[in-house]
């Protein structure tokens, strides 16, 4: 079985080669690797170009619109020349461990039924030093239910570079489609989608590396206004899809994740919801936290 990866890169030379060559470094060899340049004016070309004879590069002029849809465009490229039956996402500036694709196409292979497989990451600075991380662990839950009982959407769904599909799934969806929502990125169109075509399947293991650095778009959260405008698109998008499937719409004014929640209506939510208690402590130090954010 052919697996894809689909490295998608603007303007990370210095992180290219640590993540090309985590790509060519599998255990699992019947492989193919795509990277999408989207219009780089840095020396990324140049670091791809010595690769060339083992992966395929697509380098085309800065896509110019809303970064998220910028990413989309990448993958909705690359996709377009795969041939694999899994596809593999990867960001440049993130890597895979050896072993990733062989654990996760044994998981597709044993599970049929399985649209989507993801896994947990250890975080890496910019010099490739691990980090601690601080992160809460993807929930144990049967995701669907949980979504539909508790209206929350966060703590779900690993971020691009641990997310894999299978072809017949993003033969479904994609290519994605510029629309209203430019702060949801790929990675959650892809999950909350996945929900209605198939199983999840979550492997509580680090099989990547995520990076941490000044460019991260996470690192917007810390914005009052663009966390409040990111959860609500994200829940204004979730419900779209949900409709189109004749599924659970969910109500924000339910969830513990509302931004503009005081502390009290939060502590009332915490306190009659349906969540186990380590997620509830979990959404508490959240909301004390983003009190003091700016």
């Not at 020349?81 to 996760?104: H, M, N, Q, T």
């Not at 990547?208 to 000044?214: L, S, V």
């Not at 004014?253 to 208690?277: G, S």
């Amino acid at each position: 079985m052919l697996a894809s990866i689909l490295i998608n890169n603007y303007n990370y030379a210095q992180y290219l080669d640590y993540c090309i060559s985590s790509a060519l470094n599998q255990t699992y060899k019947n492989i193919e690797i795509i990277l999408y340049n989207d219009g780089s004016s840095d020396n990324s070309l140049e670091i791809a170009n010595k690769y060339k004879n083992n992966i395929i590069i697509l380098s085309n002029k800065n896509f110019g619109k809303y970064p998220s849809y910028n990413q989309a465009n990448a993958i909705n490229m690359a996709y377009e020349l795969s041939k694999g039956e899994i596809i593999f996402l990867l960001d440049s500036d993130d890597a895979f461990y050896p072993e990733k694709v062989e654990r996760v196409m044994d998981v597709f292979i044993k599970h049929p039924e399985v649209v989507l497989v993801q896994h947990k990451f250890d975080e890496i600075n910019f010099n490739n030093q691990k980090l601690k991380n601080k992160k809460l662990s993807i929930k144990k839950v049967q995701i669907k239910k949980y979504i539909e009982k508790t209206h929350n959407l966060t703590g779900l769904f690993s971020q691009t570079s641990a997310l894999s599909f299978r072809r017949s799934y993003f033969e479904q969806v994609v290519p994605l489609k510029e629309d209203n929502y430019k702060y949801i990125w790929p990675d959650v169109r892809l999950t909350r989608q996945s929900i209605f075509y198939g199983e999840i399947y979550t492997i509580y293991e680090s099989l990547g590396e995520y990076r941490i650095h000044e460019n991260n778009d996470s690192n917007k959260l810390e914005n009052k206004n663009h966390y409040k405008e990111l959860i609500t698109q994200m829940y204004q998008y979730f419900n779209e899809i949900s409709r189109s499937h004749n599924g659970v719409l969910l109500d924000l004014n339910k969830a513990m994740i509302k931004p503009e929640y005081n502390i009290f209506k939060k502590l009332y939510i915490l306190i009659t919801c349906k969540e186990k208690i380590k997620y509830k402590i979990f959404y508490l130090i959240e909301s004390i936290n983003r009190i003091f954010i700016k």
